[in-house]
């Protein structure tokens, strides 16, 4: 097993394999030792290792190692390791099973030294994750995995378009830098666009990730959405496009946030935000930017699946989730209360938590490099942030008006798995430079000068302040029990009212012709199959009539056989 | 369910004292992060940073506008709790088995432990 060669996502699908057929203790085992061994491993594997062989006479690099993809082989390993501690009390195959094959297929994706590879496992991650929505195995949850799975399936089918074409022009499948230059960059760059949520494009995040089961939704959280940021920062970094984009998707989502009900739901939102500040740096492109892109990507893993699993803890043990029947929690749960406050301190990027040494790198290079405005609106979004997954979410839950709900903590190995992500979301605050030797790029930033830790803690304490004024003047908006409409109301509410009397008329048109090709059909029938004596087929006929229709058709046969 | 708490030990916040105190030190450190601003000297990198408390007012009136223009959209965006569940489940005909109360849901271990 120990040499360099064997790709990373092997050691998950056999796994996943033995997970199958075992049970209980034994079962849990796996579940655990698998990310470990694997990461282990990994952790042997040089940069620059490669593994190839030939297909079709396509050069498959299933297995290629550098710098960038080793550090989301790392985080990925870890957010392995923490999603099955989070998820060990669950008994559900289905869940357990796909969990590690969602991982396994998120890391063969960013070891994928080729298009095809990366397609293969670019499917793989829809269809495996799937079972992690379905698996709450409510009705709502079924259909939304449906409508999750249709629009993964089509970002990968974008992708293989892309592929075909890029293949042809370029005479190579390499996973590289591509750019925005031709039809077959464009799709790719819109397949990316679709698993990374870009504004439009996002909504099955919003809409699948806070119906999966408690535990599923951290696993979703860790994965999808970074497999796109990587591959966006392989292929397209220094895309001005992306700037315009990221600073979109940083800014719309936490309006949305703010008036959600369901705190999952409050989490998806955000979590398009953060992946918007990770965009804005791979659409500058420098070896800052790109440095502070990633390593974002590295630290919102952990945060913010610290923050899904406090609220996914929160379900598991009240089975409510929403902002307007929870409260009062901290009561009864105060130590998943504190470790929510410490993830929402992470994301928040409050100074000594993770998010201050990775976001301010995305936003010292839009200063740097002329995009003023942008980080004026990054400004905005990062106090935003605070505001409704630094506040929001604890206070809803754990504070705000007692909602009665009497609970207990959650079982130890939820506690654990919390536990694990925020003493890293403190230790990478705490010394980033660990962090940082993980990077592509060496660029000597210091996140701990004193402007940047002044001005950062000014805002949030002003934007905290913004919250209590707010409050007290009764003008914050009150949770209430209600759904709001974004861009799946087009294809949930608008295009079904359009297109089901469109097709009630296709459908009752093409009855109507069909009732009466059949009326016909029946009336011959009826004719041919009446056995009364005067019935066509019953009739007596003459032998010699039967001998005169013989001759005729030999005589018409001998005629037409003359020509 | 008052009677109940009656009975029940008093919590941290259930005393408004301890939110009040809890504010003050909100306020004590705003106050304390502004009046740093005459001892620490930020680098300026854009020209609004110039502005004496460019943080503290960006912060603050970034937040007001957020939850204002939220509160606003609420206006056109909200619909009912069930406004997508009446569309969907009409296609989708309810499967036979029944659904969990509310004290079933209480107990815990709502992830559908098979």
């Known amino acids: 097993m120990w040499m360099p060669e064997l790709p990373a996502f092997v050691p998950f699908f056999i796994g996943a394999l033995i997970a199958l057929v075992t049970t209980g203790k034994v079962r849990q085992a796996v579940l655990l030792i698998t990310p470990v061994l694997s990461g282990l491993h990994l952790l042997t594997v040089p940069v620059g290792t490669v593994l190839s062989f030939s297909f079709l006479n396509f050069e498959l690099e299933v297995f290629e190692v550098d710098k960038l993809s080793l550090l989301f082989g790392y985080i990925f390993h870890i957010a392995a390791f923490i999603c099955m501690l989070f998820a060990l009390h669950v008994k559900d195959t289905l869940q357990q099973v796909s969990g590690l094959l969602y991982a396994g297929s998120a890391i063969g994706a960013v070891f994928a030294g080729d298009l095809i590879t990366l397609f293969i496992f670019w499917e793989l991650l829809a269809v495996t994750s799937v079972f992690l929505i379905w698996a709450r195995r409510t009705e709502r949850a079924y259909i939304a995995g449906l409508r999750y799975l249709i629009i993964q399936v089509l970002s990968g089918v974008v992708l293989l378009v892309g592929i075909v074409f890029y293949a042809y022009k370029h005479q190579s499948i390499n996973f590289e830098f591509i750019g925005l230059n031709d039809t077959a960059s464009w799709l790719i760059f819109i397949a990316f666009g679709i698993k990374c949520a870009f504004p439009m494009l996002h909504n099955w995040l919003t809409d699948a990730y806070p119906e999966a089961t408690p535990t599923g939704t951290v696993f979703l959280s860790a994965f999808t959405t970074k497999v796109a940021v990587y591959a966006l920062a392989r292929a397209y970094p220094g895309t001005e496009l992306l700037v315009y984009i990221g600073v979109i998707m940083a800014c719309f989502p936490i309006f949305f946030a703010v008036i959600e009900n369901d705190l999952r739901r409050v989490l998806a939102y955000s979590m398009i935000n953060q992946i918007g500040f990770m965009v804005v740096g791979i659409g500058i492109g420098t070896a800052l930017a790109v440095n502070g892109a990633v390593s974002h990507a590295f630290n919102d893993i952990l945060f913010k699946g610290l ?5 996914g803890a929160v379900l598991h043990m009240t089975g409510k989730i929403d902002g307007s029947r929870l409260g009062g929690l901290y009561k009864t749960m105060p130590k998943t209360a504190i470790l929510c406050m410490v993830g929402a301190a992470s994301i928040s990027a ?5 998010g201050f040494v990775s976001k301010s790198m995305v936003m010292s290079a839009a200063l740097n490099n002329g995009y003023g405005w942008a980080w004026l609106l990054l400004l905005f979004s990062a106090a935003g942030v605070f505001h409704h997954a630094g506040i929001k979410i604890p206070y809803f839950a754990f504070f705000a008006h007692d909602s009665g709900i009497r609970t207990s903590e959650p079982p130890k190995n939820m506690l654990f798995a919390m536990s ?19 990077l592509p790029f060496d660029t000597g930033y210091n996140p701990y000068d004193a402007t940047h830790v002044l001005t950062q803690t000014q805002l949030l304490f002003f934007s905290a302040l913004a919250f209590v004024w707010l409050n ?3 003008m914050y908006p009150p949770e209430l029990p209600s759904v709001n409409l974004d861009i799946d109301w087009f294809y949930r509410r608008l295009f079904p009212a359009i297109l089901t009397p469109f ?3 296709f459908w009752s048109i093409d009855r109507a012709v069909r009732g009466v090709f059949m009326r016909g059909v029946n009336g011959l029938l009826g004719v041919i199959s009446r056995h009364e004596p005067d019935g066509i087929l019953s009739r007596t006929q003459l032998s010699g009539s039967m001998v005169i229709w013989v001759s005729i058709l030999l005589a018409v046969f001998l005629i037409l056989s003359f020509w | 369910m008052d009677k109940q708490n009656a009975n029940e030990k008093q919590y941290l916040f259930d005393n408004p004292k301890n939110v009040k105190r809890l504010l003050y030190i909100v306020y004590a450190c705003c106050a304390v992060l502004v009046l740093l601003e005459f001892v620490i000297h930020r680098h300026i990198y854009h020209s609004w940073e110039e502005l004496f408390g460019f943080y503290p007012i960006y912060g603050f009136v970034g937040c007001v506008v957020l939850v204002l223009v939220a509160k606003w959209m609420r206006t056109f965006l909200m619909r009912d709790e069930d406004y997508y569940d009446k569309l969907e489940s009409k296609q989708h005909p309810k499967p036979a088995n029944k659904k969990q109360t509310e004290a079933e849901q209480a107990q815990g271990g709502n992830d559908v432990d098979a």
């Not at chain 1, 923050?307 to 609220?311: D, E, H, I, Q």
């Open chain 1, 350 to 354: 409050f100074p000594l938590f993770s």
């Open chain 1, 472 to 474: 007290l003047k009764n």
């Open chain 1, 307 to 311: 923050l899904f699993m406090s609220m």
């Open chain 1, 503 to 505: 097709f009630s008329l």
């Open chain 1, 420 to 438: 694990i992500a925020a003493v890293l979301c403190v230790a990478i605050g705490v010394y980033p430079q660990a962090l940082y030797s993980l």
